[in-house]
């Protein structure tokens, strides 16, 4: 019988990452200076991240190597397993073989430490005291907050007020790394303070809160911005576990058929499947399938255009797909895949026809996150559970021995409220209205 979990010794863990820039069949469109409608030049974009990431924005080489002081912290976790998921297949009935990369055993229980480690240790490097980011639905917020307690430096995190709500734990696990926590929209910052005026209750938005943490960076000298997914250098960070399951398919003796990620901006679901960019080049059939809510339909729904990152207008103007950057999602439940827009490498994967999207609602989600635990016996956190649903349609749809490979992203030990909303019946299956996004896309520049 073949081995149900796959492991490493730290001895295998990758030394560099992947960077798919160079293996592209046509080069990106490149980010724009939103005031001159010209590519960007790399210092202006040095009031907010240090000059080391953002060479690797822009870099054109294959592999960065991974200094020692970030390999040293992905150690406490690193490499983490691949499973095969023998039970879930018997109860689908699946012909085909599912694994999952097992990303929940890091210490903030999901797969964003490994930028997380990476963006603090660079900022350290460069003098940084404290890093400002955003947070859906906490994941990456606790991750930075470990990351900068790791290497002793301070951490603010915006997050989206539904969410905080939603899910209050999180804030606790943030504050007791050491990092702060506020709900955005907040009273904090100027596009806080202007959004609660036109709306006291507003419950928020990614671009929103990115808004606020950009603001925050860009008035404090020692205080740098951090972003959680969408930008090339979090994506070249990830591949460290795509770089893993290649290398544990092989003990396995095992070649993917389908690759599977859910996506709010992109960084979980391009860390697996851009390892494997050029052997899908070279003409090997493998599918990248990338799973979305329907409630914030970027890939499946958005428009492939420039657009800003986020709502107030101060990033960089950045080709993708996106539902534009005004966007209010609805308060879903799977807060981390509420973003308007994709990353460009996913999204120019996406317009070049190597990759499928998928969206699914809420409540069939959650049914498949509980079929997940009542055979495999672990809670995912929803975004997660998005992954769950299209492996599982994917094993029903596959030939008999095909593999099917998905990023478990996260636990859901958090999310317990959303779990009991779930078993309540009390979940509502939203989806975004061809009418709004029309709407919304409207608001999109003109280049």
Same mark, same amino acid.
């Given at each position: 019988m073949q081995q149900t979990k796959i492991?490493?010794?730290?001895k295998d863990m990758p030394t560099s990452w992947y960077n798919v820039m160079p293996d592209l069949p046509e080069p990106m469109a490149p980010p724009l200076d939103p005031e001159t409608k010209k590519p960007i030049?790399?210092?202006?974009?040095?009031?907010?991240?240090?000059?080391?990431?953002?060479?690797?924005?822009?870099?054109?080489?294959?592999?960065?190597?991974?200094p020692e002081p970030i390999q040293e912290i992905y150690r406490l976790y690193r490499p983490s397993p691949l499973v095969r998921a023998r039970r879930l297949e018997q109860a689908i009935g699946s012909k085909a073989r599912i694994y999952y990369k097992d990303e929940s055993v890091s210490p903030a229980?999901?797969?964003?430490?490994n930028t997380a480690v990476a963006q603090a240790y660079y900022n350290k490097m460069e003098g940084v005291r404290r890093l400002a980011t955003?947070?859906?639905a906490g994941q990456w917020g606790t991750a930075l907050s470990f990351a900068c307690k790791m290497l002793d430096m301070k951490c603010t995190v915006y997050m989206v007020r539904c969410s905080y709500d939603q899910k209050p734990y999180r804030g606790i696990i943030i504050r007791a790394y050491g990092g702060e926590v506020f709900p955005s929209p907040s009273r904090h910052t100027s596009v806080g303070r202007k959004v609660l005026e036109q709306d006291p209750n507003s419950g928020g938005s990614l671009g929103l809160a990115i808004s606020e943490a950009v603001e925050d960076a860009a008035q404090n000298n020692d205080?740098?911005?951090?972003?959680?997914?969408?930008?090339?250098?979090v994506i070249h960070h990830q591949t460290i576990t795509g770089l893993e399951v290649k290398k544990?398919?092989?003990? %396995?003796? @095992? =070649?993917?058929?389908?690759?599977?990620?859910?996506v709010g901006g992109g960084s979980n679901f391009g860390g697996l499947v851009l390892p494997y960019m050029p052997e899908k080049l070279e003409g090997q059939k493998i599918r990248f399938m990338a799973v979305e809510p329907q409630a914030c339909p970027t890939l499946t729904k958005g428009r492939f255009a420039y657009d800003y990152g986020d709502m107030a207008r101060q990033t960089p103007l950045i080709k993708m797909y996106t539902l534009g950057h005004g966007y209010f999602p609805p308060p879903?439940?799977?807060?981390g895949l509420r973003y308007h827009g994709e990353a460009p490498i996913v999204s120019h994967a996406a317009k070049l026809g190597l990759l499928e999207a998928r969206a699914y609602f809420q409540n069939e989600v959650f049914d498949a996150a509980r079929?997940?635990?009542?055979?495999?016996?672990?809670?995912? %956190?929803? @975004? =997660?559970?998005?992954?769950?649903?299209?492996?599982?349609?994917?094993?029903?749809?596959?030939?008999?021995?095909?593999?099917?490979?998905?990023?478990?992203?996260?636990?859901?030990?958090?999310?317990?409220g959303s779990y009991d909303a779930y078993l309540k019946g009390e979940l509502k299956d939203q989806a975004f209205s061809d009418d709004e996004i029309e709407k919304s896309l409207s608001e999109c520049p003109e280049i």
């Open positions: 492991l490493l010794e730290e030049a790399p210092e202006k974009l040095s009031a907010i991240f240090p000059m080391s990431l953002i060479e690797q924005e822009m870099s054109g080489e294959r592999w960065i190597d991974i229980g999901s797969h964003k430490p955003e947070t859906g205080t740098k911005y951090a972003l959680g997914s969408v930008l090339n250098h544990q398919l092989e003990i %396995a003796g @095992e =070649t993917p058929d389908v690759l599977i990620g859910c879903i439940h799977s807060g079929l997940f635990m009542q055979t495999e016996g672990f809670l995912p %956190a929803p @975004e =997660t559970a998005h992954a769950i649903k299209a492996a599982i349609d994917a094993a029903k749809e596959a030939d008999p021995g095909q593999v099917v490979v998905f990023l478990y992203s996260g636990h859901g030990l958090l999310d317990l």
